[in-house]
């Protein structure tokens, strides 16, 4: 009898079920793998950390553009005062600070030596003088001795060579009298010199005002020509009348005006303000840098001088004073402004200016390798002003839209803002650090508490 044949249906169904252990492995292993891809997102989601920022709303509001620089209080008019002559100071009547008229006395120099030069000069006048006198006379007798002998001479009573030295005897007299009265003016001119001397000796006010400096004492010796300025003994000036002389950089020169209405403040009067007007722009310019082999034309700080007329009566203004001058240029009214600071720039693509320039060294380093084209790149990267765009930060829920600005003028705290923002927007305005490198397009942020709700 023969063993029975195995069934078919068993045999088959073991190969399935194996199969669809497998697929179900599959499967789960897809879910798992899923699932672990959207607990990483959703934890890199949950682990990005937001940025603490401050806000401010853009306001419509007055923009003025405003130049600030810094200078000394100096006199409108300030006149030095320098002797003519030379010697010693034996009377100074005034102190520093003391208030003159015109022709008051302010300085005596020791006169003697210019009186003797003066009598000295009188007495070859008089000498002179009397020589012309003499010659004068001898003049006189030539010319009578000339008529006698030419007379005598239309006769034939003398001579041909006493004619003849009867005529030189007359040219040499002529000549003599004409040689007497030019020292008498020559002395007569010397007379007058050490006269004018002698008068400069005392020294009066040329104007009126207070004396501003006083530089030296009595006894002391000065120096005095008439080629160039002597030593100087003080400084007179209208203390009434005072100006600010600042230095203002070549960039910001072109919006200053004459006229422009200027907030001058003096460190001297914390918290007080005066008002002042833009009276004269020097032409040349002020270079200030070292002047060596080494110094390029960019190391130089060129600068130009404005002076900003200042009233300010009763205040006591001094000069050498240190002043800040606010000059007011240009005004717009009713236009959105927002923090100056709120404005940053960003490559195309939103890419701060330092993350461009590393990126373009990068490329070159990784092109050639060679370190100098790497500093050429990151050159060129920073000269690439056109790359480059003004961006703000407006907060939208709990992250911030980076948006393109058209700016304008500028004052202190402000900019204003032509296109890219419209009032009421909350605009990022700090830090500093979050606004110019931490920010990005969809950054996500949350409001900074402020200082003194943090320290209660």
């Known amino acids: 009898m023969s063993a029975p044949l195995p069934s078919t249906s068993a045999n088959s ?129 030539a010319e009578h001795d000339f ?58 006010s040329p104007v009126a005002g207070s004396i501003s400096s006083l530089s030296s004492e009595v006894g002391e010796r000065v120096v005095g020509t008439g080629s160039f300025a002597g030593t100087e003994i003080m400084r007179l000036a209208n203390l009434d009348n005072m100006e600010v002389r600042v230095k203002v950089n070549e960039n910001d020169i072109i919006n200053v005006k004459l006229g422009d209405h200027t907030i001058v403040t003096v460190d001297a009067f914390p918290g007080r303000k005066f008002a002042g007007v833009v009276n004269e722009i020097s032409s040349s310019a002020i270079t200030i840098g070292a002047q060596s082999a080494a110094t390029s034309a960019s190391d130089e700080v060129t600068n130009f001088l404005v002076k900003i007329s200042i009233k300010a009566p009763g205040a006591q203004l001094r000069p050498g004073m240190s002043a800040t001058v606010d000059i007011e240029t240009q005004t717009v009214a009713n236009v959105v402004s927002v923090p100056i600071q709120s404005v940053t720039v960003r490559a195309a693509g939103g890419k701060t200016s ?60 402000s900019i204003e803002i032509k296109s890219g923002v419209k009032a009421g927007d909350e605009v990022v305005a700090g830090s500093y650090a979050a606004i110019s490198r931490k920010l990005k397009d969809g950054s996500k942020v949350m409001i900074e508490k402020p200082k003194k709700e943090e320290t209660k």
Do not use: C, M
């Open 147 to 204: 008529k006698q002998a030419e007379e005598l001479y239309s006769k034939q009573l003398v001579s041909n060579a006493d004619f003849v030295a009867a005529t030189a005897n007359l040219d040499v007299a002529k000549a003599d009298f004409d040689s007497s009265l030019a020292q008498i003016r020559r002395t007569e001119g010397s007379v007058t010199q050490s006269r004018d001397s002698l008068a400069k000796t005392t020294i009066y």
């Open 354 to 413: 330092e993350e461009l320039q590393l990126a373009k060294a990068k490329e070159a380093k990784e092109r050639s390798g060679n370190d100098l084209e790497v500093a050429n790149e990151r050159d060129d990267a920073r000269r690439s002003r056109e790359q480059l765009e003004r961006v703000v930060f407006i907060k939208t829920g709990d992250t911030v839209k980076q948006h393109k600005v058209e700016t304008g003028i500028a004052d202190n705290t």
């Open 13 to 141: 169904a073991g190969p399935l079920k194996k199969k669809s252990q497998r697929t179900l492995f599959i499967i789960l292993g897809g879910v798992v793998v899923l699932l672990i891809i959207a607990a990483v997102v959703a934890a890199k989601r949950q682990g990005e950390k937001a940025t603490p920022v401050t806000v401010e709303k853009a306001v419509v509001r007055t923009i003025t553009h405003l130049v600030t620089a810094t200078g000394k209080v100096q006199p409108e008019v300030e006149v030095k005062i320098s002797p003519e002559v030379a010697g010693e100071l034996i009377e100074i009547p005034v102190i520093e600070g003391q208030s003159v008229k015109k022709g008051d006395l302010l300085v005596r120099i020791k006169p003697d030596f210019y009186q003797a030069a003066l009598e000295q000069q009188e007495a070859s006048l008089a000498s002179a003088k009397a020589t012309s006198v003499l010659s004068r006379a001898r003049l006189t007798k």
